[in-house]
């Protein structure tokens, strides 16, 4: 078990910028999430998948969001048009599937946009 | 929305001392689950406690306790004899398919 994978850790852009991010989840978690979180926030809920398949997504997530796991393993959040309200830590989390399991959260990339 | 509240931002206490985090949610739901998980300066959040809302028991793991009222809306977690490594920020978070945190609190132990 090696845990939940996140890359890069840090990326800096320049507005207007494209980036993507990847998350490696835990290999026998079914669902992979999507968090973002702010300096003294908790983190908030973007989007999940169940496999393959895009579950839920939240009003937070702007048509510049999208996020993929087109083989139900790793999962990519891109972001297109960066603003400076993008900056914030992109957490990644897996579980097995079902609405109560526990989430093991990855370390997260710190997304700075100048 | 249905929240859930930390209301204190930040606690300071000295070294063993005992210190309560407080949670307040809100719920329509009548199965639901509660976690605590705790953000280290690290910043990788660690799972602590998982409760479904059938059991009010309290629980105890250590030096953590946790504290269910579902009369008050409350899940309270104490660490008791605090450690210099307790410091961190801790989330309560209750389910809704995904998870729901609170602001979190942050925690200095000072030796």
């Known amino acids: 078990d090696t845990g939940v994978s996140q890359n890069p850790r840090h990326k800096i852009t320049k507005r207007g910028q494209n980036v993507t991010f990847r998350c490696d989840p835990i290999?026998?978690?079914?669902?992979l999430y999507w968090y973002r979180q702010t300096l003294g926030q908790g983190p908030e809920f973007l989007t999940y998948?169940?496999?393959?398949?895009?579950?839920?997504k939240s009003r937070l997530l702007s048509d510049r969001f999208s996020a993929e796991r087109p083989k139900g393993s790793f999962s990519t959040l891109e972001i297109q048009r960066t603003e400076q309200g993008d900056s914030a830590m992109y957490l990644c989390?897996?579980?097995?599937?079902?609405?109560?399991?526990?989430?093991?959260f990855g370390s997260g990339t710190q997304l700075s946009v100048l | 929305a249905q929240k859930v509240t930390q209301a204190q931002t930040e606690i300071s206490v000295v070294e063993k001392e005992d210190v309560t985090l407080d949670c307040v949610y809100e719920?329509?739901?009548?199965?639901?689950?509660l976690f605590w998980y705790k953000q280290p300066p690290s910043g990788e959040l660690v799972f602590l406690i998982r409760r479904n809302s059938f059991d009010e028991q309290n629980e105890i793991s250590g030096r953590y306790s946790w504290n269910f009222q579902k009369s008050t809306s409350s899940f309270n977690f104490t660490i008791t004899a605090s450690q210099v490594v307790d410091s961190a920020v801790y989330f309560c978070a209750r389910s809704q398919g995904n998870l729901i945190f609170g602001k979190g609190t942050k925690l200095s132990v000072k030796p």
């Open positions: 719920t329509r739901d009548t199965t639901y689950y």
């Open positions: 989390a897996s579980s097995w599937a079902g609405p109560y399991e526990k989430l093991f």
């Open positions: 290999s026998e978690h079914n669902r």
């Open positions: 998948f169940q496999n393959e398949a895009q579950l839920e």
